[in-house]
């Protein structure tokens, strides 16, 4: 292991600790939630199957919590998620849902178009950005990491818009046509969670997290409708609109 990978896994580590610990005091019955560490092997496993590296800092994560459980016991009881989704997949759970985003992968110039998404996010109402991400369903180059009722999709991108950072996590509602980028990285992503939980526990009014007794919303990160409508991230602000219609 390089300096480098040493420090990434430190670092990782070390934000997942803040997250359990803030867990702990806001809501203590979701720990059970997290699942043991992957295998390296089941970890080399998901690379071999999708054909591409995943980041450092999401190999180091799955060493600490491959995933979380599904929200449902075997009984029917709905169980606190410790995250703002039904779960994080683990290794099994990405090599699916990634393969099942890539099913839904069709080229269309047409629309696959920053002419084109200038227009629908000038239109105030058809396409939400936030970061540097291409508003593409079912691009090769992300790794689909967790769910919430098969609505809100986060992913790990590997191939981001202009500004942008590979391995940059972004959360996609694709019926409400809202794109977001939700950390330059995993481990920023875990920061980024560690900290609004941590506030959260502290003065909940000061933290955008909205936790209940079953979990962080699923809003958490994402666009919402008091958002300013029809603007552009900086990436896209000199293209010139293309009206697809």
Not at 45 to 57: I, S, Y
């Amino acid at each position: 292991m390089t300096d480098a990978g040493a420090d990434i896994d430190e670092r990782v580590a070390d934000a997942w600790a803040r997250v359990e610990a803030a867990l702990g005091r806001v809501l203590p019955d979701s720990l059970r939630q997290l699942n043991a560490p992957a295998a390296v092997e089941e970890i080399d496993a998901v690379e071999a199957v999708l054909a591409m590296p995943l980041p450092r800092d999401l190999r180091a994560s799955l060493r600490i919590h491959n995933g979380t459980k599904w929200i449902f016991s075997a009984d029917g009881q709905r169980r606190p998620s410790p995250v703002p989704l039904n779960q994080l997949y683990d290794t099994d759970g990405i090599v699916e849902a990634t393969r099942m985003w890539r099913d839904n992968y069709h080229p269309e110039p047409h629309w696959d178009d920053p002419r084109v998404w200038a227009y629908l996010v000038d239109g105030g109402n058809h396409l939400f950005l936030t970061g540097s991400v291409r508003p593409i369903v079912g691009s090769p180059g992300a790794v689909i990491v967790g769910d919430m009722n098969g609505d809100v999709t986060w992913f790990l991108d590997g191939d981001p818009a202009p500004g942008g950072t590979p391995g940059q996590v972004v959360r996609v509602d694709v019926e409400c046509a809202t794109w977001d980028v939700l950390a330059p990285s995993w481990t920023e992503l875990l920061v980024r969670y560690a900290e609004d939980l941590e506030l959260f526990a502290a003065d909940p009014h000061s933290s955008t997290l909205t936790i209940d007794d079953l979990g962080p919303a699923c809003e958490w990160g994402g666009s919402t409708p008091s958002d300013p409508p029809a603007v552009r991230p900086a990436w896209l602000l000199n293209v010139d609109a293309r009206d697809p219609y």
